[in-house]
T-cell receptor, first 109, second 115 residues
Framework: SQQGEEDPQALSIQEGENATMNCSYK?????LQWYRQNSGRGLVHLIL?????REKHSGRLRVTLDTSKKSSSLLITASRAADTASYFC?????????FGQGTELSVKP | EAGVAQSPRYKIIEKRQSVAFWCNPISGHATLYWYQQILGQGPKLLIQ????????DSQLPKDRFSAERLKGVDSTLKIQPAKLEDSAVYLC?????????????FGQGTRLTVV
């Protein structure tokens, strides 16, 4: 069973626009992680936000966490064609690293 | 620092045959994960090791899948016999800690096609 669910399933934007992806989860967490997967490749860790944090930044990435709503969002600002990938949130219920179904982002030049 | 190594990269087998995948995690990483990723879906955790012990294998189809991590280092995942629905990418990952305080590092995966 999947712990996290991303929304939307697919997102298509123009280069330079911002992209927002959301993740909802079911159980209490210590932290939440976001990963990126380029077509046919392994996953790459983007950012980790702890349960006592509300917002975190890394370059063009901004992640928010609302533990009362059991949700997180990933914002990519000033998107580039190279940001085209699938994005997954991951949580650790009971110490197991569980991924959602992902958001497929397409950034058109 | 060397990354997570997986082999082979690609494998095509007929149904009912056997197949094995190998993973060498990053040196010193205590936790090793095997995931199955079907096209268009998120990675599904099959088994998680902490050193050479199993933390979770609740999603591993034990009638046909087996995995081991000898000496708490590298690991093998075996399917015997394979079914058509086993066609997927099998991803191995490792992390220094099992409690998610750090990121997991992924290998490039093995793409399995069962025909």
């Amino acid at each position: 069973s999947q712990q996290g669910e991303e929304d939307p399933q697919a997102l298509s934007i123009q280069e330079g626009e911002n992209a927002t992806m959301n993740c909802s989860y079911k159980t209490s967490i210590n932290n939440l992680q976001w990963y990126r997967q380029n077509s046919g490749r392994g996953l790459v860790h983007l950012i980790l936000i702890r349960s006592n944090e509300r917002e975190k930044h890394s370059g063009r990435l901004r992640v928010t966490l609302d533990t009362s709503k059991k949700s997180s969002s990933l914002l990519i600002t000033a998107s580039r064609a190279a940001d085209t990938a699938s994005y997954f949130c991951a949580t650790l219920p009971g110490g197991k690293l569980i991924f959602g179904q992902g958001t497929e982002l397409s950034v058109k030049p | 620092e060397a990354g997570v190594a997986q082999s082979p990269r690609y494998k095509i087998i007929e149904k009912r045959q056997s197949v094995a995948f190998w993973c060498n995690p990053i040196s010193g990483h205590a936790t090793l994960y095997w995931y199955q990723q079907i096209l268009g879906q998120g990675p599904k955790l099959l088994i998680q090791f902490q050193n050479n012990g199993v933390v979770d294998d609740s999603q591993l189809p034990k009638d046909r899948f087996s995995a081991e991590r000898l000496k708490g280092v590298d690991s093998t995942l075996k399917i015997q016999p394979a079914k058509l629905e086993d066609s997927a990418v099998y991803l191995c990952a490792s992390s220094p800690s099992s409690w998610g305080n750090t990121e997991a590092f992924f290998g490039q995966g093995t793409r399995l096609t069962v025909v």
